[in-house]
C-alpha cells in the first residue's frame, strides 16, 4: 500500500513552481508593473504632471534597488522565509493602500516600500524555487515560475481595462489591484521553503565574486534598456493618432508573450548555451525597443509589445540561471548583486531617456539609447562566456 507521502512526492516540483509562479503574480507582475495601466487615469484625476507620475514611477525603481542591496546581507534576522512572507503581504498592502492615500509623499512611500519587497521576493523566492526544483531534477519547471510576472501583468491590465470600462475610479482600480495580490500570494507564502545556510569559510567567500561582476554589468544595462520602454510605451502609443485605439491592449499583450517565454529561452539555452541566450535576448530586445520608439503604428506597437514581453523575462530569468550556474554554495548573494544592477539601471533609465525626450521632442533618441545599451550587454556577455572557457 502508497503512503500518502509518496503519493504526494511526484507533485511537490510542480507545487513549487506554481508557488514560485504566484508570488511574482502577486509582487512584480501586480505590485510593480500595474502603476503602469493606472496611471493614466490617475494622472487625470489628480492633474499629475509628467514630473510627478515620473518621480513616483522612480521611488519604485529606488525601493527595489535597497531591497536588492539588502538581500545581499548574508543573514537576515528571523530568516529568509520571514522575510519573503513579509515581503508578499507588504507588496500587496501598498498596492492596495495606493487606492486610499492622497498626496505625493504618501504615493511615493508607498511606491519605494513597494519596490523593495518585490527584490526580496523576487531574489529569495527564486532561491527556494530553483533549489527545489534542481533537487528533483525539475530544472525544467522554472518557466513555470517566471511565467508569474506575465501572468501578473496581463490579469491586472485586463482587470484595470475592465473596470475602467465600467466606470470605475483610479482609486478602486488600485484596491482591486492589491485584492488580488493579496489572493496570489496565500499558495508561497505557504508552500515555499529554504535549505539551512551552511556557514563559509574565507575560501568560499572569495568564489562568490568570481564572474559575477560582468554578470552585473550586462544586467544593469539590461535594466537600462528595458525601462525604458517599459516607462514610455503607453506615452508613445498615447501620442501616435494611430495607435490610440489599441491602448488598452498592449499591456494584455506584453504580459500574455511574457507568460510562455521561459519555455523559449530554456530551449535556447539549452542549444547555445545561457551567456550566449542572454546575448541573442538583448539583441531582440533592442530591436523591440527600436520598434517601439520608431514605429509608432498599431503594427510597430503590437510588435513592441510582444518581443518586449517575450524577452524581458527571458533576460532575467537567463541572468539568475547564468549566476546560478557560478555555484550553488552562496547563489543568492549572487542574485541580489545582479539584481542591484539591474536596480541601477532602471533606476538611471527613466531620468535620462526622459531628459533626452524632451531635448529632442520624441522617444526615438532616448530608444535608440537604450537600443545601445542592450547591444552592448550582448557584446559584454558574451565575452564573459569567452572568459570562461578559457
Known amino acids: 500500500m502508497m503512503s500518502f507521502s509518496t503519493v504526494r512526492t511526484p507533485d511537490r516540483p510542480v507545487l513549487v513552481a506554481c508557488a514560485g509562479m504566484l508570488a511574482l503574480a502577486s509582487s512584480l507582475g501586480i505590485g510593480r508593473f500595474v502603476y503602469t495601466p493606472i496611471l493614466p487615469a490617475m494622472a487625470t484625476a489628480l492633474g499629475l504632471s509628467a514630473s510627478g507620475a515620473g518621480l513616483i514611477a522612480s521611488a519604485?525603481?529606488?525601493?527595489?534597488?535597497?531591497?536588492?542591496?539588502?538581500?545581499?546581507?548574508?543573514?537576515?534576522?528571523?530568516?529568509?522565509?520571514?522575510?519573503?512572507?513579509?515581503?508578499?503581504?507588504?507588496?500587496?498592502?501598498?498596492?492596495?493602500?495606493?487606492?486610499?492615500?492622497?498626496?505625493?509623499?504618501?504615493?511615493?512611500?508607498?511606491?519605494?516600500?513597494?519596490?523593495?519587497?518585490?527584490?526580496?521576493?523576487?531574489?529569495?523566492?527564486?532561491?527556494?524555487?530553483?533549489?527545489?526544483?534542481?533537487?528533483?531534477?525539475?530544472?525544467?519547471?522554472?518557466?513555470?515560475?517566471?511565467?508569474?510576472?506575465?501572468?501578473?501583468i496581463a490579469v491586472s491590465a485586463a482587470a484595470v481595462s475592465a473596470l475602467e470600462a465600467a466606470g470605475a475610479s483610479w482609486r478602486a482600480l488600485w484596491l482591486a489591484s492589491g485584492a488580488i495580490a493579496f489572493v496570489l500570494l496565500a499558495v508561497p507564502a505557504a508552500t515555499l521553503r529554504w535549505r539551512e545556510v551552511r556557514r563559509v569559510g574565507p575560501a568560499v567567500r572569495q568564489r562568490l565574486g568570481a564572474g559575477i561582476l560582468p554578470l552585473a554589468v550586462c544586467h544593469a544595462l539590461f535594466g537600462f534598456g528595458y525601462v525604458v520602454t517599459a516607462t514610455f510605451l503607453v506615452a508613445i502609443v498615447r501620442a501616435s493618432a494611430s495607435g490610440r485605439p489599441i491602448e488598452p491592449l498592449v499591456w494584455v499583450v506584453v504580459g500574455l508573450t511574457a507568460l510562455p517565454s521561459l519555455l523559449l529561452w530554456d530551449w535556447v539555452a539549452a542549444r547555445v548555451g545561457t551567456r550566449r541566450g542572454y546575448a541573442l535576448a538583448c539583441v531582440l530586445e533592442a530591436v523591440s525597443v527600436l520598434a517601439g520608439g520608431g514605429w509608432p503604428t498599431p503594427a510597430g506597437l503590437l510588435l513592441a509589445s510582444a518581443m518586449f514581453g517575450g524577452t524581458f523575462m527571458g533576460l532575467t530569468a537567463l541572468g539568475f540561471a547564468a549566476a546560478r550556474e557560478l555555484g550553488v554554495e552562496g547563489q543568492e548573494r549572487r542574485f541580489a548583486v545582479i539584481t542591484v544592477g539591474f536596480g541601477l539601471g532602471q533606476a538611471i533609465g527613466p531620468v535620462l531617456g526622459g531628459?533626452?525626450?524632451?531635448?529632442?521632442?520624441?522617444?526615438?533618441?532616448?530608444?535608440?539609447?537604450?537600443?545601445?545599451?542592450?547591444?552592448?550587454?550582448?557584446?559584454?556577455?558574451?565575452?564573459?562566456?569567452?572568459?570562461?572557457?578559457?
Open 355 to 390: 531628459a533626452v525626450s524632451d531635448w529632442t521632442g520624441g522617444f526615438w533618441a532616448p530608444s535608440v539609447l537604450a537600443a545601445g545599451a542592450l547591444l552592448v550587454a550582448s557584446v559584454l556577455v558574451l565575452a564573459s562566456a569567452r572568459e570562461r572557457r578559457t
Open 60 to 152: 519604485n525603481f529606488a525601493g527595489y534597488l535597497a531591497g536588492g542591496i539588502m538581500a545581499t546581507l548574508p543573514r537576515l534576522p528571523r530568516g529568509r522565509r520571514a522575510w519573503f512572507v513579509g515581503s508578499l503581504l507588504v507588496g500587496a498592502a501598498t498596492t492596495t493602500g495606493m487606492g486610499v492615500a492622497s498626496g505625493l509623499p504618501a504615493f511615493l512611500l508607498l511606491r519605494f516600500l513597494g519596490g523593495a519587497s518585490s527584490a526580496f521576493v523576487l531574489v529569495l523566492g527564486t532561491a527556494s524555487v530553483l533549489d527545489a526544483l534542481a533537487g528533483a531534477e525539475r530544472g525544467g519547471l522554472r518557466w513555470v515560475h517566471y511565467a508569474g510576472v506575465g501572468l501578473g
